[in-house]
């Protein structure tokens, strides 16, 4: 995948986090988005790359919300269990 590719994959999520219907469907997606991008922060700054990503095989927030659009069932699963976690 280029940068570029990327790049566009990122502004299509952030303009999903702003929709009004796809956050309907998935509440509190903005919020478990956070912290998982905060939690793969702290993995890189540390040389290592986020579990859950590596699981999904991608590479940052902006992939993970595309699969959650998309319904990958296990991208929906930790969405739910993330969510339970943080008691969204």
Known sequence: ????????????SILLLKD?????????IDNVAGFM??????YE???QKYP???ELEIKNIGEYI?????N???AKVIYIDV???LRF
Do not use: C, Y
């Open 45 to 47: 700054s540390q040389g």
């Open 20 to 28: 009004g219907s796809f956050l309907k469907l998935f509440p509190g």
């Open 72 to 74: 990958h069932p296990r």
């Open 1 to 12: 995948m280029t940068s570029k590719t990327t790049n566009v994959d990122s502004l299509e």
């Open 52 to 54: 859950i990503f590596r």
């Open 37 to 42: 991008a905060s939690a793969a922060d702290g």
């Open 66 to 70: 595309s699969l959650v659009e998309q």
């Open 83 to 85: 969510k339970r976690i």
